[in-house]
């Protein structure tokens, strides 16, 4: 796991002051790429300065938290609107059917633990992604990535207030009935319902994380 995906998973707190050592000996590097990786990660925003050669997780509020998400919900939003407005083409429904059926598969597996809630996350990143690569709008891409470097807004994270796995589980189950409904919008070329599913996707995000 990268020192970015630990900060956007949750695994680095807010406010946490971090270190090459103690990253290094986590990751089981060494000690420069780490030093390489500090700064950049300032420059996107997830870390701020902390004294001379420090830095420390940086810390967002609910607000922002909450901005960011319905943000990156109206640029997804736009970027699916373009992409059912122009269609789909064959090879790009069968990528979003693949998501589909593989959020489908970790949904209906008898035992959901840690390991499906990661895979589950990683799906949800490409399904996400694969709008913004289809619409084929770089500034669309430029202005979500800057939504994502707030805690919990990435579509890899699946964060939730309640950890009861169960509840966890009806929460992504009706998140990726959504994803259908997504893709049967953009199929059908109905650009102001895909729009509007975005943002109530955002919505059942919202919800789960309790904001």
Not at 12 to 21: C, D, M, N, Q, W
Not at 98 to 124: P, W
Not at 170 to 184: F, G, S
């Amino acid at each position: 796991m990268k020192i970015r995906e630990l900060i956007l998973r949750g695994h680095l707190p807010a406010g946490e002051r971090v270190t090459e050592a103690a990253l290094a000996e986590r990751l089981g590097i060494s000690r420069m790429p780490v030093r390489q990786a500090l700064p950049a990660l300032a420059q996107e925003g997830l870390l701020v300065p902390v004294g001379k050669r420090g830095y420390a997780v940086r810390v967002f509020t609910a607000d922002e938290t909450h901005t960011a998400l319905e943000t990156r919900a109206t640029l997804e939003g736009m970027a699916a609107r373009i992409v059912a407005e122009k269609g789909l083409s064959p090879e790009q429904l069968q990528a979003f059917q693949h998501c589909l059926e593989e959020g489908d598969e970790i949904l209906s597996r008898a035992e959901f633990g840690q390991q499906d809630e990661h895979a589950y996350g990683e799906m949800n990143q490409r399904f996400h992604e694969l709008i913004l690569q289809v619409a084929q709008k770089p500034l669309l891409n430029e202005l979500v990535a800057r939504c994502l470097v707030v805690p919990f807004v990435s579509p890899l994270m699946v964060a939730f207030s309640d950890p009861d796995i169960t509840l966890m589980r009806e929460d992504l189950i009706y998140a990726h009935r959504q994803h259908h409904y997504i893709v049967e919008a953009l199929r059908n070329r109905e650009a102001t319902r895909v729009e509007m599913l975005l943002r109530e996707h955002a919505a059942t995000q919202r919800h789960s994380m309790s904001l």
